[in-house]
């Protein structure tokens, strides 16, 4: 074979590889341009369906969510807290809730439990505030005008721990306790009018049992008494004093077992205890909710509470005086004694003194010796 013709021959194997090459490379581009539109087809198609499944879930969310409010606006006299809180934060966006009263600044029991509907509920932008005054009585609750001081915050539920323990310690009256109550209650509604009030009685107290004052009561008959009185005007309580021992009863624990070492506070574990109740009250306990926001029909009157309470008129004790009068001296008046003569008056004559003789005796006259009628000599 010639020279030119080897040459040619290369040159051609050559071309006819690279061609191979070339559709061997042009096959394999082809192909993964293919998968790869595929894959892009599958992942719109992917995102359609999810969309439209993201959709479908977000109506009937929607729709759950709306049967929800509708619900509560019917029954607003038998409704949770947490329902509530849900209802404002739809209407407002928002909702601020606040501690007041004989509670810890921050207590850690109550920030735990609002932390956790947070979470469960689609309570997004919800905040807590705290305006604790532990060491004051129910008398000083109304002199320092704490209601104005919480309406700068504009609470939409106020949770008013009542100052039972404290009102036993200053030692007023059971009547006077009730009604201070109720009439701070009256000046926070009139300061914040959409805002939910709910009455929470304290924890039980060790040390405090039997811790008699003057009046012969300790807390619980303060807390008691409170509890009773709020039958009549069915204002929204959560008897907590009463949940806390009917627990440890379940449990056949004793009370000191959640205080400190006095006796006073909770523990660790008594607040943990204390909480649960709280968030158990929070989701089940049905209340009447309707003192608080109204956004659709019109909202139902309030009465103050405080003025329509009985208290027993002591009457007055009616005292005698007794007026002792005085001697008056008169100067004696002097008289002259006027001389009488004594009268003499001569006796009657006594006829029986006279001696009836005896006609038997004998005549001693002439003789010196004498006998009687027995013999017997007689000296004359």
């Given at each position: 074979?010639?020279?030119?013709?080897?040459?040619?021959?290369?040159?051609?194997?050559?071309?006819?590889?690279?061609?191979?090459?070339?559709?061997?490379?042009?096959?394999?581009?082809?192909?993964?341009?293919?998968?790869?539109?595929?894959?892009?087809?599958?992942?719109?198609?992917?995102?359609?369906?999810?969309?439209?499944?993201?959709?479908?879930?977000?109506?009937?969310?929607?729709?759950?969510?709306?049967?929800?409010?509708?619900?509560?606006?019917?029954?607003?006299?038998?409704?949770?807290?947490?329902?509530?809180?849900?209802?404002?934060?739809?209407?407002?966006?928002?909702?601020?809730?606040?501690?007041?009263?004989?509670?810890?600044?921050?207590?850690?029991?109550?920030?735990?439990?609002?932390?956790?509907?947070?979470?469960?509920?689609?309570?997004?932008?919800?905040?807590?505030?705290?305006?604790?005054?532990?060491?004051?009585?129910?008398s000083v609750y109304l002199s320092s005008q704490y209601a104005q001081e919480m309406a700068a915050s504009s609470p939409d539920v106020i949770f008013f721990s009542i100052p039972a323990k404290t009102d036993q310690v200053v030692d007023i009256s059971l009547v006077e306790s009730t009604q201070n109550i109720y009439a701070v209650y009256d000046e926070i509604r009139?300061?914040?009018?959409?805002?939910?009030?709910?009455?929470?009685?304290?924890?039980?107290?060790?040390?405090?049992?039997?811790?008699?004052?003057?009046?012969?009561?300790?807390?619980?008959?303060?807390?008691?008494?409170?509890?009773?009185?709020?039958?009549?005007?069915?204002?929204?309580?959560?008897?907590?004093?009463?949940?806390?021992?009917?627990?440890?009863?379940?449990?056949?624990?004793?009370?000191?077992?959640?205080?400190?070492?006095?006796?006073?506070?909770?523990?660790?574990?008594?607040?943990?205890?204390?909480?649960?109740?709280?968030?158990?009250?929070?989701?089940?306990?049905?209340?009447?909710?309707?003192?608080?926001?109204?956004?659709?029909?019109?909202?139902?009157?309030?009465?103050?509470?405080?003025?329509?309470?009985?208290?027993?008129?002591?009457?007055?004790?009616?005292?005698?005086?007794?007026?002792?009068?005085?001697?008056?001296?008169?100067?004696?008046?002097?008289?002259?004694?006027?001389?009488?003569?004594?009268?003499?008056?001569?006796?009657?004559?006594?006829d029986t003194s006279v001696a009836t003789p005896d006609p038997t005796a004998t005549d001693i006259t002439a003789n010196d010796t004498a006998t009687n009628a027995t013999g017997t000599e007689i000296d004359q």
């Amino acid at each position: 074979m010639k020279k030119k013709e080897i040459v040619l021959v290369s040159i051609m194997g050559i071309l006819t590889i690279a061609i191979v090459l070339f559709g061997y490379k042009y096959a394999a581009g082809k192909k993964e341009a293919l998968l790869r539109e595929g894959e892009k087809q599958t992942e719109t198609v992917s995102k359609t369906a999810s969309s439209q499944e993201s959709t479908i879930a977000e109506s009937d969310t929607s729709e759950a969510y709306a049967q929800f409010l509708a619900a509560f606006a019917e029954n607003r006299s038998n409704a949770s807290v947490v329902d509530y809180l849900q209802y404002v934060h739809h209407h407002t966006k928002e909702v601020n809730v606040a501690f007041f009263g004989d509670v810890a600044a921050d207590a850690a029991w109550a920030k735990s439990v609002i932390a956790g509907i947070q979470a469960d509920y689609p309570l997004e932008n919800l905040t807590t505030s705290f305006f604790s005054h532990p060491s004051d009585s129910s008398s000083v609750y109304l002199s320092s005008q704490y209601a104005q001081e919480m309406a700068a915050s504009s609470p939409d539920v106020i949770f008013f721990s009542i100052p039972a323990k404290t009102d036993q310690v200053v030692d007023i009256s059971l009547v006077e306790s009730t009604q201070n109550i109720y009439a701070v209650y009256d000046e926070i509604r009139a300061a914040l009018p959409d805002a939910l009030i709910v009455l929470v009685t304290p924890p039980p107290s060790a040390a405090k049992v039997a811790d008699w004052n003057s009046r012969s009561l300790d807390y619980r008959n303060y807390t008691n008494n409170l509890v009773e009185e709020n039958a009549a005007f069915a204002v929204p309580l959560y008897d907590l004093h009463a949940d806390f021992l009917a627990e440890l009863t379940n449990r056949s624990e004793s009370a000191s077992n959640f205080m400190d070492a006095a006796g006073l506070e909770l523990n660790e574990a008594g607040q943990q205890l204390y909480g649960e109740l709280f968030a158990a009250s929070l989701r089940t306990k049905m209340i009447d909710t309707s003192a608080g926001l109204y956004v659709e029909g019109e909202k139902p009157a309030s009465t103050p509470i405080a003025p329509t309470l009985t208290v027993p008129e002591v009457p007055a004790a009616a005292i005698e005086e007794t007026v002792s009068e005085e001697p008056v001296y008169e100067e004696p008046v002097y008289e002259e004694p006027t001389y009488v003569a004594p009268t003499y008056t001569a006796p009657a004559a006594d006829d029986t003194s006279v001696a009836t003789p005896d006609p038997t005796a004998t005549d001693i006259t002439a003789n010196d010796t004498a006998t009687n009628a027995t013999g017997t000599e007689i000296d004359q």
